[in-house]
């Protein structure tokens, strides 16, 4: 079978401290990918600038003038991860004939490469970069990020378990993805969405060499929120499951109304007034911004705004 053409694509926020590192490595490891015969000489890589603060786009583009394997994409302003992935795909979309997607730290094992062009080449259209084990990760980030896993799989939404965001696809793949017009992305539940025939090729993340993750707790959070908001309503059939807890306490607390009634039990206490009312209004309250939550995503999507806007690019 003749080699793939194929783009790497990286989308990098704030990423001055470790682009050159991530560059010299690439560049290396794609030689050795051409001079195999596993990818074409005419493979590139995309470095994707998701509107970085710092010196990242001045990098990308000195990166693009030294060497013209290397294409620069770089939006108006920061869109977000996702946005900064898809915005490169599409960008390049009719060029190549695969892409594969690694985050610009690398802590991805880009050795994996090679692993993952074979199985395209054996009909995978789709291969997911899974990681082997989280024994390097701390025992509150191995659980938290597992139970993850574990709630998007029970609420529904069909993740690839110790996946994130470093797989192949072919451009077939890509073509369908493209159909998917929602602004709130969150690619890896929409990617096993999408179909074909896909393999897996499992590795162990490394350390990051430089610089400072871009996904602390706080984000991580809103990230996985984000991802089950957008893809289950299980939380809002939870709403009516504790809609019908609290009316069945409701008429605990009735029955129990009525019988101190009947035996001449009617003194009033606070306790009894203010836990019932605290109770249900706090639940009230959740429940409404649960449903809020979901409301805003439609307000989102139904404006129709675009996911990304791209100011420039180099060496297309």
């Known amino acids: 079978m003749n080699p793939a053409r194929l783009l790497l694509v990286i989308p990098c926020y704030n990423e001055e401290a470790i682009l050159h590192l991530t560059y010299s490595k690439l560049s290396v490891y794609y030689n050795s ?17 998701d509107g970085s603060r710092d010196k990242t786009w001045n990098i990308i583009e000195t990166l693009c003038q030294q060497d013209p394997n290397i294409i620069g994409v770089g939006l108006s302003r920061n869109f977000g991860h996702q946005s900064a992935i898809m915005a490169g795909l599409e960008k390049n979309i009719d060029n190549f004939d695969c892409f594969i997607t690694i ?15 074979e199985k395209h080449r054996d009909g995978a259209m789709v291969v997911y970069g899974v990681r082997g084990d989280r024994s390097s990760d701390s025992w509150f980030k191995r659980v938290t990020a597992e139970s993850f896993y574990v709630l998007m799989q029970k609420m529904g939404v069909p993740v690839v378990f110790n996946h994130a965001d470093f797989r192949l696809m072919d451009r077939r793949v890509l073509q369908e993805l493209g159909n998917f017009k929602e602004i709130n992305m969150f690619l890896r539940g929409i990617v096993p969405l999408v179909g074909f025939r896909n393999d897996k090729v499992y590795y162990n993340r490394l350390e990051r060499e430089a610089g400072e993750t871009k996904y602390p707790l706080s984000k991580m959070l809103l990230f996985a929120w984000n ?4 893809f289950s309503t299980f939380p809002m059939r939870l709403v009516l499951y504790f809609g019908v807890f609290n009316f069945l306490v409701a008429m605990i607390i009735v029955a129990y109304i009525l019988f101190s009634y009947l035996v001449g039990y009617t003194v009033p206490g ?10 249900f209004s706090g639940s009230n309250m959740m429940a409404l911004g649960l449903i809020g939550e979901y409301i805003g995503k439609i307000y989102e999507e139904v404006k129709g705004r675009p996911r990304y806007i791209i100011e420039k690019t180099l060496n297309e």
Do not use: E, H, Y
């Open 227 to 230: 991802g089950i908001t957008s």
């Open 103 to 117: 985050d610009a730290d690398l802590q991805d094992d880009m050795n994996a490469i090679a692993a993952m062009v």
């Open 33 to 49: 990918l051409k001079q195999q015969g596993l990818i074409t000489a005419d493979s590139r890589i995309c470095f994707v600038n």
């Open 270 to 279: 606070w306790t009894s007034t203010m836990l019932p009312l605290t109770f």
